[in-house]
């Protein structure tokens, strides 16, 4: 009997504890996913200004200009859409664009030696480099949290239990942020 | 090891170091009540007999209190909680830092990389300051990741590019992860404390020796002679090697509590560079970073010993880094930099061939 009651008492203790972890991990898995969001929305307002302020120097790559507007509004519209699929394939696409702005941009000598499109510049890279930190920790935190979730003997019944797995940020098969950056150096 | 058991096993550290440091005070103290004021813990509950018939103890053993004792612990409670609440600005002073600016184009970079770093481990961003010295070094300090502090040299600001200055920050970062920071500058603080204390004591019993000893025996006189001449009739070899042992003690303090610092921070470093790797996903960049540290020799002057074992390469010049042998394990408060480059090689050499 007192045998009985101390192994349910571990057992409703073993639950609790889980729980509450389990709890712990997706609460930070949803703030690791805001601060993505957070750094996307920094980057959207940080690209007109770049673009303005390179624009005059850069009148022979019209082009690779009009490709980052284009991106920048598809990647708004479905971050307004909260589409996680779409989101993911246009914020690639504005990655690829941005890379290829940055790549060309080491051509002109003139825009390396503008102050203000200096600071921008590294404004850019801090915020790709927070882009990516931010995305790195999310997969990190979801990869522990659902590996907490998969693992014996919690696996049966962490369902019951109201837990799903977290979806990884990863980018889609045919995404153009897998391709490698070409830059023509060709003048 | 991985990083909750070396959170854990620091937290231990810490609270070890603390206790020894208390602890040593209260030797210290004990000594000096024992040596200086004459005091015996057992003479005092000597009952004597009292004018009314009644047994007591003596009156004038009952003034007898361990000042010297009681002043010892309050001195180093004291001290360690400063180390502790106060370790971290001390440790900045001692170091002239200053905040980092956004005026400033390279330290606007090292901001948004300390700030990058804070997002790569989920930690909350910590201050960014700049020690005005034209070597090569880095540090990390404060108690806990909510207020922590990286600093770093203006040399490394200038000859690091944007990528190396990523993976020493990253390697910071895993020092304030692992808590090695509240360890590290703990022991910083108190080192310094017995630093200064042992040489205060050293200076008082050069200049003070020949008066106590007349001080002492009129204290004997006045309070119970009875005591004070039977201890000093009775044991006197056995007072005379715990003397010895005493001086020893409080000689040998500072070298015991350096080797202490350079032992626990050793093994930190392998683990650090591992976890900025691990943030950055970059080891490389650390890699040439380190190489580009070691090949400035010059010694860092804005950091003295003190902190020498918080940097994130020695500061005295890598002289002694460079050894291996038993003088080196001794001495050095860092691994060699040749098996740092080495492990984070074979760290860049494993991600790049998952299946090797």
Request: aromatic fraction near 8%; hydrophobic fraction near 45%.
């Amino acid at each position: 009997m007192t045998i009985l009651a101390i192994v349910l008492l571990a057992l409703a203790a073993y639950l609790v504890f889980t729980f509450n972890g389990l709890v712990k991990l997706r609460n930070q898995v949803a703030n690791a996913f805001r601060q993505i969001d957070v750094q996307l929305k920094r980057r959207h307002d940080l690209i007109p200004n770049l673009v303005e302020s390179v624009k005059g120097e850069m009148k022979f790559e019209k082009e690779t200009l009009e490709r980052v507007i284009q991106a920048r509004a598809a990647a708004v519209s479905a971050g307004q859409g909260g589409n996680t699929g779409d989101i993911l394939a246009k914020e690639g696409m504005l990655t690829q664009a941005l890379g290829r702005l940055m790549a060309i941009s080491e051509n002109y000598p003139n825009l390396k030696a503008n102050e203000s499109v200096k600071k921008l510049m590294e404004e850019l890279t801090h915020t790709e480099n927070q882009i990516s930190f931010a995305r790195q920790f999310y997969n990190d935190v979801v990869t522990k949290f659902n590996t907490d979730q998969q693992v014996f003997p919690t696996n049966l019944f962490a369902a019951m239990l109201g837990f799903t797995p977290s979806a990884l940020w990863e980018l889609p098969a045919d995404s153009p942020e897998r391709e490698n950056v070409k830059v023509n150096l060709a003048v | 090891m991985n990083i909750y058991e070396q959170q854990a096993s620091n937290r231990r550290t810490t609270v070890f170091i603390m206790a020894v440091f208390v602890g040593f005070f209260l030797v210290i103290g004990l000594g000096f009540d024992y040596f200086y004021l004459n005091f015996t813990p057992a003479a005092s509950a000597a009952p004597v007999l009292g004018a009314d018939g009644y047994y007591e103890a003596s009156r004038g053993q009952a003034q007898n209190i361990p000042f010297g004792t009681i002043i010892a612990l309050l001195v180093g409670l004291g001290l360690t909680a400063n180390g502790f609440f106060n370790g971290a600005r001390m440790v900045l002073r001692s170091t002239m830092a200053r905040r980092a600016i956004t005026a400033n184009e390279k330290e606007q970079i090292f901001l948004n990389v300390v700030r990058e770093m804070a997002t790569a481990s989920g930690l909350p961003e910590p201050a960014a300051y700049i020690i005005p010295d034209p070597d090569l070094n880095a540090f990390a300090t404060g108690t806990s990741p909510a207020n922590s502090v990286i600093a770093v040299t203006e040399g490394l600001l200038a000859s690091l590019n944007r990528e190396e200055l990523q993976g020493v920050v990253a390697h910071e970062m895993g020092h304030i992860r692992n808590y090695d920071i509240r360890l590290m500058t703990v022991s910083a603080a108190l080192m310094g404390a017995i630093a200064l204390l042992s040489d205060f004591a050293g200076r008082s019993m050069r200049y003070g020796g020949r008066s106590s000893s007349y001080g002492g025996s009129s204290y004997g006189g006045s309070s119970g002679s009875s005591g004070s001449s039977s201890r000093r009739g009775g044991g006197g070899g056995a007072a005379l090697i715990m003397f010895v042992v005493w001086i020893v003690l409080v000689i040998l303090a500072p070298l015991i509590s350096r080797m202490l610092a350079m032992a626990i921070s050793r093994q930190r470093e392998y683990l650090a560079d591992a976890t900025g790797a691990e943030l950055t996903r970059n080891p490389k960049a650390l890699i040439s970073a380190l190489e580009k540290i070691r090949s400035a020799v010059m010694p860092t002057n804005a950091i003295n010993n003190g902190v020498a074992h918080m940097c994130i390469a020695d500061p005295r010049g890598s002289l002694i880094e460079e050894k291996l042998g038993f003088t080196a394990d001794l001495l050095a408060t860092h691994p060699p930099m040749e098996k740092r480059i080495l492990a984070l090689k074979v760290m860049s050499y494993q991600a790049a061939n998952p299946q090797a």
